[in-house]
């Protein structure tokens, strides 16, 4: 299998496939088939078995498996869950015992996570689309820091076991923004292995199941998805005019400093629903063409799930 990280020479960024999460409903005989086939983790040590009655890893590939869900709410729709993680799509061979289990039955993809890399010396920048959008600046404890771009809260789930314990389940976010080599130098990576492309923004999607399936992904519902994010790569070097730049900055530094724009609008007697859209607009005119480069390239992002002879 090739790399899927693909360049775009003709927007100066790179475009791959960070994480996706394939969902179905098997019937009982199909799980029985998967537990014989492979060596489920029963360990009381593994995270994910408080969720999920079997669970598989196969770290080297980014793969992992797991089926028959404990929470009432998820087995309804689904009982088994693989995610494939950025390794699984750098890989140069995969065994093919993975990617028959992925022809073998009707996956729903409910997961996609695209990342989009542009060069290191870039500043990048989201206009949130829509102002229900929650912005959270989150740094561990290495120091790195991440921009999350989405949903806040959490629901309580309960537990089909003996238990009856119920857990949070954290809702995802529909964006991240981060700078890879500085999060690799955060975990104490040697920095020989600098990223010429590291400024990373990733589109998380989510999808019901059903809706995205794996056998015939339906590209336009994913680059529908994409046309909602409005991302500048740079911008210091675009030709948006100064009056637009000073209060992008103020939002470059402070995602959440929207109020205050708002205010300062108000102060300086001008109507701030007009400068918010007009705001908007110019983030609009300017920003990163992210469908055009994911329609130019999806078959390649998915060349690995069409290898000739695995197709069904």
Not at 75 to 103: C, D, G, W
Not at 197 to 202: L, P, V
Not at 258 to 286: C, F, T, Y
Request: with cysteine; net charge positive; glycine share 2%.
């Amino acid at each position: 299998m090739k790399n899927n990280i693909i360049i775009c020479k003709k927007h100066n960024c790179c475009i791959s496939i960070d994480t996706m999460e394939l969902t179905a409903k098997l019937s009982h005989s199909e799980i029985r088939e998967l537990q014989n086939y492979f060596e489920f983790d029963n360990s009381s040590k593994s995270e994910a078995l408080k969720h999920y009655e079997g669970v598989y890893h196969f770290k080297q590939y980014g793969f992992t498996m797991k089926v028959l869900p404990r929470i009432r709410q998820w087995r309804r729709y689904y009982n088994a869950r693989i995610t494939f993680h950025k390794a699984f799509f750098e890989a140069e061979n995969l065994p093919e015992s993975l990617m028959e289990l992925v022809q073998m039955f009707n996956w729903s993809i409910t997961n996609l996570h695209i990342a989009f890399d542009y060069p290191s010396h870039y500043k990048p920048m989201v206009y949130k689309h829509h102002h229900k959008v929650v912005y959270d600046k989150l740094t561990d404890a290495n120091g790195f820091t991440t921009h999350y771009f989405g949903s806040r809260g959490s629901k309580i789930v309960d537990c089909e076991d003996d238990t009856k314990e119920k857990w949070i389940h954290r809702k995802n976010n529909i964006a991240i923004l981060y700078d890879r080599n500085e999060k690799e130098l955060a975990k104490g990576i040697s920095d020989e292995f600098r990223h010429d492309y590291s400024k990373r923004y990733e589109a998380r999607m989510i999808f019901k199941i059903g809706e995205l399936q794996l056998s015939k992904v339906n590209h336009a519902r994913v680059a529908q998805e994409l046309d909602k994010r409005i991302l500048i790569a740079d911008l210091e070097s675009s030709d948006i005019h100064e009056y637009a730049k000073r209060p992008l900055r103020k939002l470059q530094d402070d995602y959440s400093s929207m109020d205050k724009l708002v205010g300062n609008w108000k102060w300086r007697g001008k109507n701030p629903i007009k400068e918010k859209k007009q705001l908007k607009s110019i983030a609009m005119e300017h920003r990163e063409p992210l469908v055009d480069m994911y329609l130019e390239h999806c078959e390649e992002l998915f060349e690995v799930f069409n290898e000739p002879e695995l197709a069904r």
